[in-house]
């Protein structure tokens, strides 16, 4: 069983919508980063929660530290939103990632 | 400041042969990390250094796969003889010792083995 599982897999969206992609993780955490990786396979990273919620631009980013569980939010999608995202989780220094979402917006 | 450098960005070679990769990590950054993406799943964490010293490398293929990283800033990744199943994306990453939020990944470079 993977220490942190992500849902939906694949998601498909009109540009315009608004998008949620939730991850939940099964060991203790210091830290869950959300990732942005585009086609060409880097990976840029978006946000780093320890608690909370945090913004930037049409991105939120939501931790539920009791029931393990994080959320991802793009208001207002756009095309060039298109990419695999990954939630991963830092028990100490080390990470454990989720298999992605790929998400795509039609313009 | 300048991000995590990988070469090649792309590299296509036959089964059996051997290949390189390089990264260079953040200036100051401590800690590197080499992690292998198979299409479809997420990274996979192949070896951790913290300066020249090797913390992690349990996950690393080690009949195949070296790593190294000798004078504790820029390392390579090396495959000999590749397989099929080599072709991923190998992502190189560095972070300030003990600090998480200054991990930093480098764009990868993808390997296809045929």
């Known amino acids: 069983k993977n220490e942190v599982e992500q849902s939906p897999q694949n998601l498909t969206a009109q540009e315009g919508e608004f998008i949620t992609i939730n991850c939940s993780y099964s060991?203790?955490?210091?830290?869950l980063h959300w990732l942005q990786q585009h086609p060409g396979g880097g990976i840029v990273s978006l946000f780093m929660l320890s608690s909370g919620k945090k913004k930037h631009g049409r991105l939120i980013a939501t931790i539920n530290i009791q029931e393990k569980h994080s959320s991802l939010h793009i208001t207002a999608s756009h095309p060039r939103d298109s990419a695999v995202y990954i939630c991963?989780?830092?028990?100490?220094?080390?990470?454990?990632f989720g298999t992605g979402t790929s998400l795509t917006v039609i313009p | 400041e300048a991000g995590v450098a990988q070469s090649p960005r792309y590299k296509i070679i036959e089964k059996r042969q051997s290949v390189a990769f390089w990264c260079n990590p953040i200036?100051?950054?401590?800690?590197l990390y080499w992690y292998q993406q198979i299409l479809g799943q997420g990274p996979k964490l192949l070896i951790q250094?913290?300066?020249?010293?090797?913390?992690?490398d349990s996950q690393l293929p080690k009949d195949r796969f070296s790593a190294e990283r000798l004078k504790g800033v820029d390392s390579t990744l090396k495959i000999q003889p590749a397989k099929l199943e080599d072709s991923a994306v190998y992502l190189c990453?560095?972070?300030?010792?003990?600090?998480?939020?200054?991990?930093?990944f480098g764009s990868g470079t993808r390997l296809t083995v045929v």
């Open positions: 990453a560095s972070s300030l010792a003990g600090q998480g939020e200054s991990y930093t």
């Open positions: 060991v203790g955490i210091s830290a």
């Open positions: 250094f913290q300066n020249n010293g090797v913390v992690d």
């Open positions: 991963a989780v830092r028990p100490g220094n080390q990470f454990y």
């Open positions: 200036s100051g950054h401590a800690t």
